[in-house]
């Protein structure tokens, strides 16, 4: 029998033109997470989210699949920057418990610190300021009072921006490392935040480059964990009283869990 334990999962970026992840998803799913105490998904489970009210067939799939599993499995979802006016409505449907952007839980005696991880990239000016405008809970009401077409039309744009925005990144990259560290995490602010929230141990996503990173809190040994993509790979954390370990599996890898 298995040791008790909880999963972590983000950036999923799941799409009707990427079959293949959404595929993946759903045999983690059924093989993983049907043995697992709890789910947490740590944002931008979907490549972009236009409103509950979107009839897009995908989001039924997911949200049939979730609530099966969140009938056996808690699952909990922490929105990100892909997905942050998905609503209670979408939750309800799915089976999900809504967590606040950043939440300190107990994971088998020891306290962590979940979040999405893109609060921690202090450095990327951009975005740090386009991430304070669609927080605005006033904005988000506006955005989701537009006709669904309109709003597919803005994700649209918004998808071809990102793809240039990729592609001008890894040309940035192949010159050197100064914007890698930009939109990486502010080394500063991970300490930071752990102490503030009193906490050795973190867990977040965003950046897509998975690690364990050692650090100190406050004169104390301390650890960052970096959940990956799922563009190539599937990714995932378990946790157990006894064992922290990041797995990777290939999208089309269907063997049964142990």
């Known amino acids: 029998m298995s040791e008790q334990h909880t999963l972590f999962i983000a950036d999923l970026h799941l ?13 983690f799913l059924r093989q993983h997470a049907v043995k697992a105490d709890a789910l947490y998904i740590l944002g931008d489970l979907f490549e972009v989210w236009i409103g509950d009210d979107n009839p897009e067939p995908l989001l039924d799939t997911v949200a049939t699949a979730l609530a099966t599993l969140s009938a056996q499995v808690p ?47 202090t450095l990327d000016i951009a975005y740090q300021k386009f991430r304070k405008w669609w927080n605005q809970p006033w904005w988000q009401w506006l ?20 793809a240039m925005h ?7 990259q192949q010159q050197g490392q100064q914007q890698q560290q930009i939109m990486d995490v502010t080394p500063d602010e991970v300490p930071k935040v752990m102490a503030e929230a009193g906490v050795l141990k973190l867990i977040h996503g965003h950046t897509h480059r998975p690690a364990i990173h050692q650090l100190e809190v406050n004169g104390q040994a301390a650890e960052r964990y970096v959940l990956g993509d799922w563009y190539t790979q599937s990714s995932y954390l378990k946790v157990s009283a006894s064992q922290w370990q990041l797995y990777f599996n290939a999208l089309t890898d269907d063997t049964p869990a142990a």
Do not use: E, W
Request: aromatic share 10%; charged share 20%; glycine share 6%.
């Open 166 to 172: 990729k592609a001008r990144y890894a040309s940035q």
């Open 75 to 121: 699952v909990y979802f922490i929105h990100g920057n892909r997905d942050f006016v998905l609503r209670q409505g979408y939750a309800n449907r799915a089976g999900m418990q809504l967590l606040p952007q950043q939440q300190v839980i107990d994971l088998y005696g020891t306290p962590t610190l979940i979040m999405h991880g893109d609060s921690l990239c």
């Open 15 to 27: 799409a009707a033109d990427r079959p293949d992840i959404t595929a993946a998803f759903l045999r």
């Open 143 to 162: 955005l989701l009072k537009t006709p669904v077409s309109f709003r597919q039309g803005i994700a649209a744009k918004a998808r071809r921006k990102s």
